[in-house]
């Protein structure tokens, strides 16, 4: 296809301008989006950020190394807490941030490693068991708290309320553990967290009941 800079018409199959007779100009067919370039997007797709993954374990030897010299004979392993809080860190960024699972997928996973990280915590300080007995009693408490005001400030399908349903009761299991295991010696913390759990879960049950009514229905219908 060619184009007459000086009449301005396109011509297809022909080598001059059937109205001045002048050469025709090769032109680009008109086209509704710009140009790109594919080379640069297939190189952005594989690049891969490596650095993160290096700094962190770079930091998490540096510190290990800094301790196994300096420890000495009744020091501590400080290092397994910067550990737990770079892989926490990791799980935040990767997974809840970044990852398009459910959000109570996601927020199961988180209490996971707060669980565990304050586990790590409590027995790199000599197993005063102040995790089991009040952290992680008020940790469920905060996240079932949390889960409430996802449920009531987002909307939500029927089977993602569910699993904002069951994450509570959950949260609220994770601490009675500790006193069925022998570990909690300060019961109250975790009874308070499964009363809230079980009170939050009758709330969710009662404010589902008006909410999803009508897809209720249509599913057991159909």
């Not at 009744?74 to 990767?94: H, P, R, S, T």
């Not at 304050?118 to 905060?142: H, K, M, Q, T």
Request: proline letters at 4%; glycine letters at 8%.
């Amino acid at each position: 296809m060619g184009k007459c800079e000086y009449c301005g018409v396109t011509v297809e199959g022909r080598a001059k301008c059937p109205l001045c007779g002048r050469k025709l100009h090769k032109s680009t067919p008109n086209t509704m989006y710009p140009a790109c370039r594919t080379d640069k997007n297939t190189a952005a797709e594989k690049r891969t950020p490596y650095w993160p993954a290096l700094v962190t374990l770079g930091a998490v030897g540096i510190c290990a190394w800094i301790n196994l010299m300096t420890r000495g004979s009744a020091g501590g392993y400080w290092c397994l807490d910067i550990a737990a809080i770079f892989a926490y860190l990791w799980v935040l960024v990767l997974h809840t941030v970044k990852s398009k699972t459910r959000g109570s997928l996601k927020l199961m996973l988180q209490a996971c490693f707060i669980i565990a990280m304050l586990c790590v915590f409590d027995w790199n300080a000599g197993r005063g068991l102040w995790s089991v007995n009040f952290a992680i009693p008020f940790a469920c408490i905060g996240l079932i708290f949390l889960a409430t005001y996802i449920v009531l400030t987002r909307k939500m399908s029927w089977n993602e309320y569910i699993g904002y349903m069951i994450a509570v009761l959950l949260f609220g299991q994770a601490p009675v553990m500790g006193i069925f295991l022998g570990f909690t010696h300060f019961v109250w913390p975790s009874f308070m967290a499964a009363g809230y759990a079980v009170f939050t879960f009758l709330m969710m049950l009662m404010f589902a009941n008006g909410r999803y009514k009508d897809e209720r229905a249509r599913r057991f219908r159909f």
